[in-house]
């Protein structure tokens, strides 16, 4: 006897990631192309994320919306990712999301750098996807 498969048996493994850890996602990034990836990845993942292109749309996108993860790019016009972070962490105490640096700052001691200025993760560019859900999902449950 055959089973017959439903659309949910059709999904990748990584399709199901915004099932299993649904996620209200803010992208900062200033870099168009880089936006784009980032959102497409994130839309294979089952996600619909929200973006925005430097730290005062950040701060403007965290008081319209409640979300659960920030992906911060480190060097934005206007307000640098650290700059956002300290605001998001003076302004909204309890409620904050968590952050995740997504930066080409890849140097040793960089991520140490980013998670002692407030961010809670730490990815550099180039990255793979699995790297990414790897890191999202270590945020999100507070492992090291």
Do not use: C, W
């Not at 017959?4 to 999904?11: F, L, P």
């Not at 992208?27 to 089952?46: P, R, V, Y």
């Amino acid at each position: 006897m055959a089973l017959k498969r439903t659309a949910k048996d059709e999904k990748s493994g990584d399709e199901l990631m915004a099932q299993e850890l649904p996620l209200n996602i803010l992208i900062a990034e200033d870099n168009m192309i880089n936006q784009k990836l980032l959102l497409s990845i994130l839309k294979m993942l089952g996600y619909n994320p929200d973006a925005v292109s430097d730290g005062t749309e950040v701060l403007n996108a965290v008081n319209q919306k409640k979300y659960d993860l920030v992906l911060m790019d480190i060097q934005m016009p206007e307000m640098s990712g650290e700059e956002t972070t300290a605001q998001l962490r003076k302004r909204m105490h309890k409620s904050i999301p968590k952050i995740m640096a997504v930066t080409a700052y890849a140097m040793a001691g960089d991520r140490e750098k980013y998670l002692l200025a407030g961010m809670d993760g730490y990815l550099s560019k180039p990255f793979k996807i699995e790297e990414l859900i790897g890191e999202i999902k270590r945020v999100i449950r507070g492992g090291l």
